[in-house]
């Protein structure tokens, strides 16, 4: 939902004016070819290019947020090479921010995130951290990352971030937040705006005194807002130069319509030549047929429980047959209901040799 927003540094001119020099002069001759050999050795752009390329973003702002909470953010990362990629260590430049890398090897086609805590209580005004991510093959790289927060003791947000819970889909909540301004003579906000078109947000003012201005945030989650858990910022501009923006994290939870639960259809490991089996429970609020089954082969099965409208189905998954190697692969379970009938189930398992 959230765009990332991404860029990349490099050397656009040469800072030596070498055509200025004379060039019929052997010493200035060798002087200015050191020094471009010397920045084309130095320029990271083209050798960590493909390395920068496996994140979905390079830094992240918080913009202004009252001191004391602890901001999160989770940069993607994704192998799109055709090799392996291994991690290794990830060191920040200020004890004020942790990381945990969540996987350490990846396969071309998977994908981690490398989970960022920012304390807030730790610093006051700006702040920016260089987080440096170590890549060890398939070759040597080092990728930097940056965060950055307005730590500021003149204003408060209560709840410090706006968590919808969990909704089903095609429902819509609205949720609120407070905005506190300390000292906030002349303070002037316009109107909030969302990461994500599913969210509609507003505000309006509150009584407050002298000293203390109080705005109130609203924001809605529109019906068609898709399954899955979302993470979305609400921004509210301001008309102080020292705190130009400030932002509401916000979280919800849309459920399907169908509930798959284990989520995938986990196969484990078996043997060559044997047969394996794994049930899966599939549910919704209302009664419901299952049609079909999408992805089916000669190797991998599956079976309803009943072919009666109900509110639980048992789904028994089997597979037969396969050859040695992993299984990873999608089955669509169709169903009769008008809207988000069709559900997918990974499922995955590894064959070994007798």
């Not at 493909?50 to 830094?59: K, P, R, S």
């Not at 398939?138 to 969990?166: C, F, H, M, Y």
């Not at 429902?171 to 990461?195: C, D, M, N, V, W």
């Not at 639960?261 to 060559?272: D, L, T």
Request: aromatic letters at 6%; one cysteine or more.
């Amino acid at each position: 939902m959230i765009a990332p927003l991404r860029y990349y540094s490099a050397i656009e001119r040469n800072p030596f004016n070498c055509q200025g020099a004379t060039w019929g002069t052997p010493i200035m001759h060798r002087l200015c070819l050191a020094i471009l050999a010397g920045l084309a050795l130095a320029c990271p752009a083209s050798a960590s290019s493909w390395a920068d390329g496996l994140f979905d973003d390079l830094n992240k702002d918080f913009g202004s947020v009252p001191r004391g909470p602890v901001l999160q953010h989770n940069f993607v990362i994704k192998n799109t090479t055709a090799q392996t990629v291994t991690f290794g260590a990830v060191r920040v430049s200020c004890g004020c921010t942790s990381t945990q890398l969540m996987k350490t090897v990846l396969k071309p086609g998977e994908q981690t995130t490398l989970n960022t805590r920012m304390d807030t209580s730790r610093f006051r005004g700006s702040k920016t951290v260089t987080i440096y991510v170590q890549i060890s093959r398939p070759e040597s790289q080092e990728v930097r990352l940056w965060v950055k927060a307005n730590a500021r003791e003149d204003v408060a947000i209560t709840p410090e971030s706006i968590d919808l819970g969990t909704i089903r889909s095609g429902e819509t909540r609205t949720a609120k937040a407070q905005i506190h301004f300390y000292g906030g003579q002349g303070l002037e906000l316009s109107e909030p705006q969302a990461s994500s078109g599913y969210l509609e947000p507003s505000i309006k003012q509150l009584p407050g005194s002298e000293q203390e201005k109080i705005y109130e945030v609203s924001v809605v989650v529109r019906p068609d807002l898709p399954a899955g858990r979302w993470y979305a910022d609400i921004w509210v501009e301001t008309n102080l130069s020292q705190m130009p923006k400030l932002r509401i994290p916000l979280n919800v939870e849309v459920e399907s319509e169908l509930v798959v639960s284990p989520g995938e259809a986990s196969m484990g490991e078996w043997k060559e030549g044997q047969d394996v089996e794994r049930k899966i429970i599939i549910r919704s609020g209302k009664p419901f047929k299952i049609v079909r089954f999408e992805n089916e082969s000669d190797t991998l099965h599956a079976r309803a429980s009943s072919p009666d409208a109900k509110s639980v189905h048992v789904v028994t998954v089997s597979a037969k047959g396969c050859k040695p190697g992993d299984v990873d692969t999608m089955l669509k379970v169709h169903t009769d209901l008008p809207e988000n009938g069709v559900v997918t189930v990974p499922v995955r398992g590894k064959v070994v040799s007798r």
